[in-house]
């Protein structure tokens, strides 16, 4: 069955940088955008960034990430990862990677990334 | 990008129907046939309910219906029941080329 499963999420200081990532299984990885999406804790959900399916990878950022997270892929490996840096406080939430055909469907399970000193 | 606008809270009584409202802009509710709609449970991952405006996904009751008039989409909800009882998020394309959502909905069955 297609199924996403995220990674690489924890404790990071102010400043510092995490890099996630999302393992796909079930379809064809390269033939599909993949976006990532984030919840702080209590609060609604935020497309942070997407990539297209290509090699040539075209990427898009919500305002408040770009210049500090960069998205990117490996479809032979059929993975998807969000690297992360200059993280503050307010990136602290559950992130989730998604398929993306201008729906998002699935959703991986999350990662939770705490930002604090 | 500002956010899509929605109720922060609806409710009503099993077997009813309900509705929840996505307001946006011509840049994107009005502009695009690409709004989707998720349910979310406490902790678990969020569900696609409807995609482009009014489709169904597999699996996906058919009491779960999508509507667009202008700048604002809509999630009715019929015959509800205890399980429809999440919140609920709509979410476009937009001009720029990114994903928006809305604040979330918080459905309450009475």
């Known amino acids: 069955q297609v199924q996403l499963v995220e990674s690489g999420g924890g404790l990071v200081k102010p400043g510092g940088s995490l890099r996630l990532s999302c393992a796909a299984s079930?379809?064809?990885?390269?033939?599909?955008?993949m976006s990532w999406i984030r919840q702080a804790p209590g609060k609604g959900l935020e497309w942070v960034s997407y990539?297209?399916?290509?090699?040539?990878?075209?990427?898009n950022y919500a305002d408040s990430v770009k210049g500090r997270f960069t998205i990117s892929r490996d479809n032979a490996k059929n993975s998807l990862f969000l690297q992360m840096n200059s993280l503050r406080a307010e990136d602290t939430a559950v992130y989730y990677c998604?398929?993306?055909?201008?729906?998002?469907?699935?959703w991986g399970q999350g990662t939770l990334v705490t930002v604090s000193s | 990008q500002s956010a899509l606008t929605q109720p922060a809270s609806v409710s009503g009584s099993p077997g009813q129907s309900i509705t929840i409202s996505c307001t946006g802009t011509s840049s994107d509710v009005g502009g695009y046939n690409y709004v989707s709609w998720y349910q979310q449970h406490p902790g678990k991952a969020p569900k696609l309910m409807i995609y482009?405006?009014?489709n169904r996904p597999s699996g996906v009751s058919n009491r779960f219906s999508g509507s667009k008039s202008g700048n604002t989409a809509s999630l009715t909800i019929s015959g509800l029941q205890a399980e429809d009882e999440a919140d609920y998020y709509c979410s476009s394309y937009t001009s720029t080329s990114t994903r928006v959502f809305g604040g979330g909905t918080k459905l309450t069955v009475l």
């Open positions: 482009d405006v009014s």
């Open positions: 998604a398929r993306d055909g201008n729906w998002l469907d699935p």
């Open positions: 079930g379809f064809t990885f390269s033939d599909h955008y």
């Open positions: 990539i297209s399916s290509s090699s040539s990878s075209y990427t």
